[in-house]
């Protein structure tokens, strides 16, 4: 339940990051038994039902990620399928991030510094570094003592190698701060969580597009925009 307020007062303040007025308080809160809510249209109307079929909802779906109302099936099916960063306002050079520059195609890769495939894949990246530019984002997926070595990073006085440090599986050697503000580590884990980052690496393409692990084929979805 605590996770869940602090996601909601998240998406308050994205929602009214650029808003004059105090976002509106949490007045109650009360779970509902469900797993996931489907968008069905009939008659020209939408309404959103759980899997089950007990509950149905109408009236106005917002995406409160990309702060906008949903009003049609494309819009709702595009939502589901993308994650727009700069919409969001997410301040990704402050969180926990590597940037490997290079060419103006952004790709957002989270990734576990313990997560070998995690390794197999910034290789690759660094030789298309001609067209895209990657954002690692490192976040403990695998556990304590990933929260460690993710932290080390994020605390480090001395991020000049931080990409060779995290390939070299010694992030945890980082020269650290004397005193760390966790602020934008903390965001970082949140961010994580509201994305339903389970499987590393978990990525975002170009064109907001989303996948978790990257698997055969993966430069062809990336180059497959839609």
């Known amino acids: 339940m605590k996770y869940v307020i602090r996601v909601f007062f998240f998406i308050l303040l994205a929602t009214h990051a650029h808003a004059e007025k105090t976002p509106p308080k949490l007045d109650a809160i009360t779970p509902l038994p469900v797993n996931k809510i489907q968008a069905v249209e009939t008659n020209g109307e939408i309404f959103f039902m759980s899997e089950n079929g007990r509950f149905v909802f109408r009236g106005q779906?917002?995406?409160?990620?990309?702060?906008?109302s949903l009003d049609t099936m494309d819009e709702i099916k595009y939502a589901s399928e993308h994650i727009n960063i700069d919409v969001m306002g997410l301040p990704l050079d402050q969180m926990n991030t590597i940037t490997i520059p290079?060419?103006?195609?952004?790709?957002?890769?989270?990734?576990?510094?313990?997560?070998p495939y995690c390794k197999s894949f910034i290789k690759q990246a660094q030789d298309k570094t001609d067209k895209y530019t990657f954002k690692i984002v490192v976040v403990p997926a695998l556990g304590a003592s990933s929260n460690a070595l993710s932290k080390s990073l994020f605390c480090s006085s001395d991020k000049s190698n931080a990409l060779q440090m995290l390939m070299d599986g010694k992030l945890g050697d980082m020269p650290q701060q004397s005193s760390c503000n966790t602020k934008h580590y903390d965001l970082t884990l949140t961010v994580a969580q509201l994305f339903g980052i389970k499987q590393v690496?978990?990525?975002?393409?170009?064109?907001?597009?989303?996948?978790?692990?990257?698997?055969?084929?993966?430069?062809?979805?990336?180059?497959n925009k839609g």
């Open 61 to 68: 779906l917002t995406d409160t990620w990309h702060k906008k």
């Open 102 to 115: 290079g060419g103006p195609e952004r790709i957002i890769v989270f990734v576990d510094p313990q997560c």
């Open 201 to 223: 690496p978990f990525f975002i393409s170009p064109d907001g597009r989303y996948k978790p692990g990257a698997g055969n084929g993966f430069w062809e979805w990336i180059q």
